[in-house]
Nanobody, 120 residues
Framework: QVRLVESGGDWVQTGGSLRLSCAAS????????MGWYRQATGKQRELVAT???????DYADSVKGRFTISRDNAKNTVYLQMNSLKPEDTGVYYC??????????????WGQGTQVTVSS
């Protein structure tokens, strides 16, 4: 099967930076869209950023200009560079990927999440 493993979550002060990574492994033929979502305590999970296999990106309005999503297709890895962090960025960050595990069969997979805490 397919496994996504996130890393890079930490505690930082307001204005700080973090870089999250998410590596996919397992029975992978190719990966289409990849993305990052986050969930704050007591709130619904929300989209942060997405990136297509060709590199087209999209961001939530709340992170535009501060966060950058990128990917390394050779490593099946997606990154999220987060700058100018704010307390409202605090939450568990989840990686998401649409993975083809045969030439015609695909599924949507999630990582286990990594905690980001921004202190004021």
């Amino acid at each position: 099967q397919v496994r996504l493993v996130e890393s890079g979550g930490d505690w930082v002060q307001t204005g700080g930076s973090l870089r999250l990574s998410c590596a996919a492994s397992g029975s992978i033929v190719r990966i289409n869209d990849m993305g990052w979502y986050r969930q704050a305590t007591g709130k619904q999970r929300e989209l942060v950023a997405t990136i297509t296999s060709s590199g087209n990106t999209d961001y939530a309005d709340s992170v535009k200009g501060r966060f950058t999503i990128s990917r390394d297709n050779a490593k099946n890895t997606v990154y999220l560079q987060m700058n100018s962090l704010k307390p409202e960025d605090t939450g568990v960050y989840y990686c998401n990927a649409r993975v083809f595990f045969t030439p015609t069969n695909f599924g949507t997979f999630w990582g286990q999440g990594t905690q980001v805490t921004v202190s004021s």
